[in-house]
């Protein structure tokens, strides 16, 4: 089934299923959107997206990071732990030194360009919503 296949739905009066059809947004679809908002709630940090982009540029351990985003070091630990657990990044231990990592360079590397860019904002008129809306 494709996001444009509809689906019957029972009615909200007596429970009988309507003739009326509308779209549904498939499973799949659903679960990668759900995947992707608890991706982009765990990134939603500000100290988060700092130790990625620190990240992006290579792997680095716990005392660099820590060099870089002046934070206590068990609030830099929790950051980090949430960013293991969303698996956007993993660590190794080299010796006595923890070194982390981007599991997913490509994806937070865009993620973080489109952020750096500006993005104005673009108003809309009514009469250009309607003239913009088509009708079937």
Known sequence: MTHSETLSRPSEAGGATTTEEEPIVTMLAASRWTDSARLLAVMAHPVRLAILEILCEKPRCVKHINALVPLAQSHLSQHLGALRKANLVASLACGPLRCYY??????????????????????RTCASMVSGISTS
């Open 102 to 123: 981007v599991l997913q360079p490509t994806l937070v590397k865009r993620l973080i360009w489109l952020l750096c860019q500006e993005h104005p904002l673009q108003r």
